[in-house]
């Protein structure tokens, strides 16, 4: 706008100078010389006027416009836009966009890991899970748990308040942490067994070994006792031998949680390994008026893990199977293992029974050692299962079963 009234000034000063030319030449019309002074004199304020007039007929967006972005930048931007893009709809963490600042809003996915959150086949009910994330306050970091197809799964939301184009939003960013925890959880549990185990064993040895002693001391000594006060010792010595051995026994048995070596992973195909399984555990279940049935889809899928803890993992969760049937006196008790990729090409493994099942209030706790639901169980049979997958880089799920019984997810 300034430089339009510059000219505008530049313009009118120039029709100024001119008009004052012309009448200083129409009262020196008897002077010729004069006369074509003043017309040289007219050419300079005729030609700014002409400059001026030029310059105001422009167009005002092309007079005021910047200079135009070279080429090569606006590649450059175009490249660094796509990028970011790119960052966004692969990032590892769940981004969704809310449209209200504060309270329920409308939820919408941001990229793959969202959209792949709420897609068929993973949280149980997608429609839960938006209404928790469109209530989360803004400016807040939590944890929050929801249902999937593999059990239930923890995970920290964060949301950040912004305002685009003049209206307030939401962004929320789910990130699961099921696997961490659980690998912190199963760090902290080794470290407690490996403790209690040494205290307990440092205590339990001695006591074991002069309760024998005792006990050898007590024979060479009949001929000095009376036969009352003898058996009486006899019994309390053998009664404290025993307990001592029994106790070594059980410590001895957590002691192996904290103790499996480290995971030697070779390809295997799962077709050969699930036939061996089958001539170790079948003829358990046949006794039992039941069977087992093993299935790989396809028959060529192989993996990269230790065949023998994953060997291992399966039997525990048979054996389970096993106990859990005869103790609710199922009539044909039924089981399968069941191999398959799943989205996203990893592999999972299906363990599922017709037993009793877990109860939901205990669903939360049968991963925990120490803790069993029979009368002489120790608790390590399940602990036993999550140590050695995850010591081959898997995850172990108590999944909702589609029909009666237990059913586990293992996946790597």
Known sequence: MASERRLQLGAAASVTALLALAIGADALHAEPRRIVLCALLALAPAAMLWQCLRRLAMPRAHMEAPAAMPTASRETLADAVQALEARLEHAPIALFGIDHASGDGALAPLNT????????????????????LAAQPAGQRQLVSFDTERGVERALVAVSALTLHGAAQRLVALMPVESELEAEALNAWRELVQVLTHEIMNSLTPVASLSRTACGLLDDATAMLPGDIHADLATALDAIARRAASLVDFVASYRSLSTVPPAQPQRVALEAMFARLAALVAPGWQAMGGQVVFAVEPASLDAVIDAGQLEQALINLLKNAAEAATAAQIAHPQASVTARLSRGGRLRIEVADNGPGVPAALAAHIFTPFFS????????????????????GGTVRHARPVGAGARFLLTF
């Open 113 to 132: 890991s969202a959209r792949r959150l709420l897609a068929p086949g993973r949280a149980s009910a997608p429609e839960a899970l938006r209404q928790l």
């Open 373 to 392: 639901t029979r009368k002489q169980g120790r608790g390590i049979g399940l602990a036993m299962v999550r140590h050695l997958v995850h010591a081959n």
